[in-house]
């Protein structure tokens, strides 16, 4: 079992920035590959940036590209997502995953976290 959770989630202006943290405890965290995901009210939940266990492959959601960078610290057991050029449209519940393969799709997860809100204003 891996026990995940978030922080780092508020209120930021447009065009501010944020970074989330997600501290693993339980197995071997360098194990497993991480996700981001989000969920905004009354939509579906949505992949934002994967990273493998060595942190050798990422993949962002085309809507973070160049604006959000994941990252690890297998020392620390903590995943990273910072957030940088806010939108509105960014507002959500923000998720971290973790599973033995990378994906960009939630239900190859086995292990969530229990979220952080992100609330972008204009």
């Known amino acids: 079992q891996v026990q995940l959770v978030e922080s780092g989630g508020g209120l930021v202006q447009a065009g501010g920035s944020l970074r989330l943290s997600c501290a693993a405890s339980g197995r071997t965290f360098s194990s497993y590959a991480m996700g981001w995901f989000r969920q905004a009210p009354g939509k579906e939940r949505e992949f934002v940036a994967l990273i493998t266990q060595s942190g050798g492959y990422i993949r962002y959601a085309d809507s973070v590209k160049d604006r959000f960078t994941i990252s690890r610290d297998n020392a620390k057991n903590t995943v990273y997502l910072q957030m940088n050029s806010l939108k509105p449209e960014d507002t959500a519940v923000y998720y971290c995953?973790?599973?033995?393969?990378?994906?960009?799709?939630?239900?190859?997860?086995?292990?969530w976290g229990q979220g952080t809100q992100v609330t972008v204003s204009s």
């Open positions: 995953a973790a599973d033995l393969l990378p994906s960009p799709l939630s239900q190859e997860y086995d292990y």
